[in-house]
T-cell receptor
Framework: NAGVTQTPKFQVLKTGQSMTLQCAQD?????MSWYRQDPGMGLRLIHY???????DQGEVPNGYNVSRSTTEDFPLRLLSAAPSQTSVYFC????????????FGNGTRLTVT | TQLLEQSPQFLSIQEGENLTVYCNSS?????LQWYRQEPGEGPVLLVT?????EVKKLKRLTFQFGDARKDSSLHITAAQPGDTGLYLC??????????????FGKGTKLSVIP
């Protein structure tokens, strides 16, 4: 069972470049989400999806786009990278209820120079 | 304003000592979850508490949900070096249209020294 798979594990971008962080889950979870983790800031929600074709913004959505064409995949797109987007990004999925645990991937460490 | 306040932010203790981590809010949560995260990995769920006043035990770890479902604590008895990690609390709140959102505290970084 792979769980939640994120690629790449590390990435360095120059300011203004674009890229897509990939996330896939094999647990048939309805709910998927993207968080960023910065020192002293905890985990902050970027975007989330409650099912295929449905996405919504979280706490810090600016500069990021998402789409959910299948249940399994939830890519995160950076359209024009900025140094403020240097962070560790985590994708997570769950069954969608108030007490369902989040299953996290192992993260993508992104540096924007 | 941080919805969930975790304290302490850092904790360094000797092996065998006891410790308590707190997670406090002025908001009511449908459930509260505790995660542990190790370097280079994603957070992993330890426990979910749902009912006010609920106490759950996981070996040497004891989790408590406040009666009003606004706060929680994690107590570790006789800490071991393997307990080292970042401990995160997360509260679930209904956000409309059948959707729940998890809000995370900033975490407590625990170091247990052999």
């Amino acid at each position: 069972n792979a769980g939640v798979t994120q690629t790449p594990k590390f990435q360095v971008l120059k300011t203004g470049q674009s890229m897509t962080l990939q996330c896939a889950q094999d647990m048939n979870h309805e709910y998927m989400s993207w968080y960023r983790q910065d020192p002293g800031m905890g985990l902050r929600l970027i975007h989330y999806s409650v099912g295929a074709g449905i996405t919504d913004q979280g706490e810090v959505p600016n500069g990021y786009n998402v789409s959910r064409s299948t249940t399994e995949d939830f890519p995160l797109r950076l359209l024009s990278a900025a140094p403020s987007q240097t962070s560790v990004y985590f994708c997570a999925s769950s069954y969608h209820s108030f007490n369902s645990p989040l299953h996290f991937g192992n993260g993508t460490r992104l540096t924007v120079t | 304003t941080q919805l969930l306040e975790q304290s302490p932010q850092f904790l360094s203790i000797q092996e065998g000592e006891n410790l308590t981590v707190y997670c406090n809010s002025s908001s009511v949560f449908s459930s509260l979850q505790w995660y542990r995260q190790e370097p280079g990995e994603g957070p992993v769920l330890l426990v979910t508490v749902v009912t006010g006043g609920e106490v759950k035990k996981l070996k040497r770890l004891t989790f408590q949900f406040g009666d009003a479902r606004k706060d929680s604590s994690l107590h570790i008895t006789a800490a071991q070096p393997g307990d080292t990690g970042l401990y995160l609390c997360a509260g679930a709140q209904y956000s409309g249209a059948g959707s729940y959102q998890l809000t995370f505290g900033k975490g407590t970084k625990l170091s247990v020294i052999p």
